[in-house]
């Protein structure tokens, strides 16, 4: 898990996840700031349909994704 972690400034070129990518696991993300990461495909935060990621209590702030999902993508 993750907790209370400040994320900025990150980069995934030409893949997903700028902050956290999450590929066949299980993720809980809380009270944590996710600001300026980028990606392909969810900025911040990017996980497979064979993962499960829980966010909570999480701010996301100018993050962008060159595809899809500005902040988050599944």
């Known amino acids: 898990?993750?907790?209370?972690?400040?994320?900025?400034?990150?980069e995934a070129l030409n893949d997903m996840g700028g902050a956290i990518s999450a590929t066949e696991s299980a993720l809980?993300?809380?009270?944590?700031?996710?600001t300026s990461c980028g990606?392909?495909?969810g900025g911040a935060l990017g996980w497979t349909l064979q993962s499960e990621m829980t966010?909570?209590?999480?701010?996301?702030t100018g993050n962008s994704a060159?595809?899809?999902g500005g902040a988050l993508y599944a």
């Open 28 to 34: 809980l993300v809380t009270a944590s700031n996710f």
């Open 66 to 68: 060159a595809e899809s």
């Open 1 to 10: 898990s993750v907790d209370a972690t400040v994320f900025a400034d990150n």
């Open 39 to 41: 990606a392909s495909f």
């Open 55 to 60: 966010v909570k209590a999480c701010n996301f």
